[in-house]
């Protein structure tokens, strides 16, 4: 009789207690890999980080990182800027590893120094808005990693995406940073827009938490609609109509409230917004009358 013996996944040395290193450890815990040190730059919180897990985990501050055993597999979850302070510290340690830094805009060339000494790297990057490591675990399901580096590290990041419900896809690590910034564009420069809306309406009386609660709505139904459909055909509204008129109330009223944020955001998105309609139909007269408008 046949016995089918499984390779037992390999252990994991997470350096970074953050929100996305803790959603990671999580998420690759419950998918059976063993997560044997985690590496935060706080002592106490990356104890709670590490209360998380189901299973026992050594935990070591930034400051202790020479005490570290490497594990088969080494992911750096730190910002950006501390990725190359951790770098020297593990070439310090010697021996090797698969290493995986997290950055979306740096490459894996930042990894250099432990690719001459025979270490695997590469990076891995999720596309998703990781608040909490809790939610963010289920945030990995069907999610989009941006991985590249060497052969193996690619083939090693490409197994743990897919054992966290995820797909994969490579750029040229060249253009890295552009892709980062069209990270930020879709999330983070979201959220600060939605937040500019939210002024809006605090100065029409309601209150902030109403507000944000009148606007989520409104906010889904645009994710839902872009879901379905190209960016041209999922613009509704003002600009999608080519409503003259009430583009200058809209300018009016910003001005007159001083909302010079708003102000220039709505110039701005406006005029990609006319590009969008004119792409769907809106007569060329129409675009160039509210392109003056604008500005």
Known sequence: MKINRQRPKPALTIIGAGRLGTAL?????????????????????TKKSAALLDASVKVLAAKQLDKL??????????????IDTVVHQLQNLGGTSTVLHTSGA????????LAKQGSHTGSIHPLVSVSDPIVGVESFQNAYWCVEGDLLAVRTAKKLIRDMGGRSFSIDPKVKPLYHAAAVMTAGNVVALFDVAIEMLERCGLKRSAARQILLP???????????????????GTFSRGDIATVQRHLRALAENKLMDALTLYRLLGIRSLKLSERNGLQREVVELISTKLG
């Open 25 to 45: 450890a999580l998420a690759l815990s419950r998918r059976g890999y063993s997560i044997k040190t985690l590496v935060g730059r706080r002592l106490a919180k």
């Open 69 to 82: 055993e490497l594990t088969e597999i080494t992911i750096i979850a730190t910002p950006d800027d501390e």
């Open 106 to 113: 740096l490459s894996s060339s930042l990894l250099s120094l």
């Open 218 to 236: 409104l906010l889904e139904s645009t994710v839902t609609n872009l879901k379905r459909s190209d960016t041209s055909k999922a613009l509704t």
